[in-house]
T-cell receptor
Framework: DTGVSQNPRHKITKRGQNVTFRCDPI?????LYWYRQTLGQGPEFLTY????????KSRLLSDRFSAERPKGSFSTLEIQRTEQGDSAMYLC????????????FGSGTRLTVV | DAKTTQPPSMDCAEGRAANLPCNHS???????VYWYRQIHSQGPQYIIH???NNETNEMASLIITEDRKSSTLILPHATLRDTAVYYC????????????FGTGTRLTIIP
């Protein structure tokens, strides 16, 4: 297992287009998190899953954002009708219930909306 | 989760110990102190965490004051690869699951 994998690493899209990102967590981890990071800021929490259940969503996650984890393994984050303000690094992390050793983050997907 | 305060930036000479402070004066008794770092263009990396006692692992040491209102992350022999943004986060384990990041400390290791 090579850690948390995110694809694509970079995405450039035109305003108004839809984009989808994928995250493959560490296989034995049952929790999966999405964060967003803009330049000069720390990562901001978006949502998290325990297995396939989405347990918490930030108010940052507008109606244009949707996340799924259909079989409790990989997850997708979709942004519809992208806006320039959506340009950011989207980070995925995973952890295992009962472990207090923190999350393992992926390298992120950098989205640029032009 | 308690709010943490860190200096925005620090420099350290290569080979010296880097001491990164963090204030968490409103931390509650069941909140842990976590440290992560983020090297440019990568996701954050877990370093260490602690509750009351000082902790050490292969990456760093964590010194927590007796009143738990502040802590210091120590990188004993800093290398150029330690240049990164370091985040101090307080969190209740097995409760609120999300990590709340601040803006961290940008540590620059000087050759």
């Amino acid at each position: 297992d090579t850690g948390v994998s995110q694809n694509p690493r970079h995405k450039i899209t035109k305003r108004g287009q839809n984009v989808t990102f994928r995250c493959d967590p560490i296989s034995e981890h049952n929790r999966l998190y999405w964060y967003r990071q803009t330049l000069g800021q720390g990562p901001e929490f978006l949502t998290y899953f325990q297995n396939e259940a989405q347990l918490e969503k930030s108010r940052l996650l507008s109606d244009r954002f949707s996340a799924e984890r259909p079989k409790g393994s990989f997850s997708t984050l979709e942004i519809q009708r992208t806006e320039q303000g959506d340009s950011a690094m989207y980070l995925c992390a995973s952890s295992q219930t009962g472990s207090n050793y923190g999350y393992t983050f992926g390298s992120g997907t950098r989205l640029t909306v032009v | 989760d308690a709010k943490t305060t860190q200096p925005p930036s620090m420099d350290c000479a290569e080979g010296r110990a880097a001491n990164l402070p963090c204030n968490h004066s409103t931390i509650s008794g069941n909140e842990y102190v976590y440290w992560y770092r983020q090297i440019h263009s990568q996701g954050p990396q877990y370093i260490i965490h602690g509750l009351k006692n000082n902790e050490t692992n292969e990456m760093a040491s964590l010194i927590i004051t007796e009143d738990r209102k502040s802590s210091t992350l120590i990188l004993p022999h800093a290398t150029l690869r330690d240049t990164a943004v370091y985040y101090c986060i307080s969190r209740i384990n097995f409760g609120n699951e999300k990590l709340t990041f601040g803006t961290g400390t940008r540590l620059t290791i000087i050759p």
